[in-house]
Nanobody, 124 residues
C-alpha cells in the first residue's frame, strides 16, 4: 500500500523559511515522478515543483523558482521542499504526489498517489 506522509508545515513570517518533508512508503521515490502541489482557499490546486529521473532532474513553477528547492534522500525515501523567502501568497495546503509516469508533469491529474497535505501559513 502506497503512503505519502507530509510534515513540516506551520506558521512563518514573510521572508522566513520552512522545509516540508514527504515520507514515502510502498514505493521508492527515485523510481517515480514526485511532485509538490498547493491549494489556497477558493483557488485551484497548482503545481509547485517536481523531482524525477531518479531524483536527478527538477522542475519548478515560475512563482517559486529561485526560492524553493525540491530534493530527495534515497536512504530515507523522503522528498523535501525547502521554501525560502516565503511570501503571504505562498499560504496554502501543500501536498506531495507520486506516479511512475508523471515525470516532471505539472498536471495534478497525472499523479496517482497523494498525501494528506500540510498547511503553510505566511503572515505579512
Amino acid at each position: 500500500q502506497v503512503q505519502l506522509e507530509e510534515s513540516g508545515g506551520g506558521l512563518v513570517q514573510a521572508g522566513g523559511s520552512l522545509r516540508l518533508s514527504c515520507a514515502a512508503s510502498g514505493l521508492i521515490f527515485s523510481s517515480n515522478g514526485m511532485g509538490w502541489f498547493r491549494q489556497a482557499p477558493g483557488k485551484e490546486r497548482e503545481f509547485v515543483a517536481a523531482l524525477f529521473y531518479s531524483g536527478s532532474t527538477t522542475r519548478y513553477a515560475d512563482s517559486v523558482k529561485g526560492r524553493f528547492t525540491i530534493s530527495g534522500d534515497n536512504a530515507k525515501n523522503t522528498v523535501y521542499l525547502q521554501m525560502n523567502s516565503l511570501k503571504p501568497e505562498d499560504t496554502a495546503g501543500y501536498s506531495c504526489a507520486a506516479d511512475p509516469w508523471a515525470l516532471g508533469s505539472p498536471s495534478a491529474g497525472d499523479y496517482n498517489y497523494w498525501g494528506q497535505g500540510t498547511q503553510v501559513t505566511v503572515s505579512s
